[in-house]
């Protein structure tokens, strides 16, 4: 399905961007002029909505997924010239798949967000337990800079198996990756 609707123009700089095809813009150096708002929602399943109605091309979520940058709780668009502040309704990505590599705690978990980040969970892409708004402790990870994603259902109960007890903190749980122990309790700690 597609919308009569039409993106606004984020001016011919965001062709430039295509550049940067298997790379992440340096959106945190640029200092544009032009600010504003954009109508753009990103839903708590990581779908991305045009004046509600859904984005369906891909590559355009996706372009604008490497685009995205979040200061203080505000998420926005960054282009060399524009900068357009968007709505995200809990986190900007969504893990929907995960692999696991080795045993113990030689094992790497792999995880693959809805616009095509690959990352193991690592020191710089660290799992961790968040509490939502409405009570509920949400399974989180680091996909860059300080951009999170949830921890989709299907994806947690998978990461349930690899759980363990926590080696140096008896009653607390966690898994390993990359020779490190993630901490997956309530808090945290």
Request: overall charge negative; hydrophobic content about 35%.
């Amino acid at each position: 399905m597609t919308t009569g609707k039409q993106l606004p123009n984020f001016s011919q700089e965001l062709l430039e961007l295509l550049k940067y095809e298997d790379q992440t813009p340096p959106v945190e150096q640029w200092q544009p002029q032009r600010k504003g708002e954009v109508e753009i929602t990103i839903k708590r399943d990581g779908s991305w909505w045009f004046q509600d109605e859904p984005m369906t091309r891909e590559s355009t979520v996706q372009l604008f997924s490497k685009i995205l940058l979040k200061e203080k709780d505000q998420y926005f668009l960054v282009t060399p010239v524009e900068k357009m502040r968007l709505q995200v309704e809990l986190l900007p990505f969504v893990v929907r798949m995960m692999s696991k590599q080795g045993d113990g705690d030689g094992q790497r978990i792999i995880f693959s967000t809805n616009v095509g980040d690959t990352f193991e969970v690592s020191e710089q892409h660290p799992i961790r337990m968040i509490k939502s708004d409405d009570g509920d402790c949400l399974p989180v990870v680091r996909v860059r800079r300080n951009l999170e994603a949830l921890v989709s259902r299907q994806v947690y109960y998978e990461l349930a198996e690899f759980i363990q007890e926590c080696p140096d903190k008896a009653g607390h749980f966690g898994l390993w990756s990359c020779g490190r122990f993630f901490l997956m309790d309530e808090d945290g700690h």
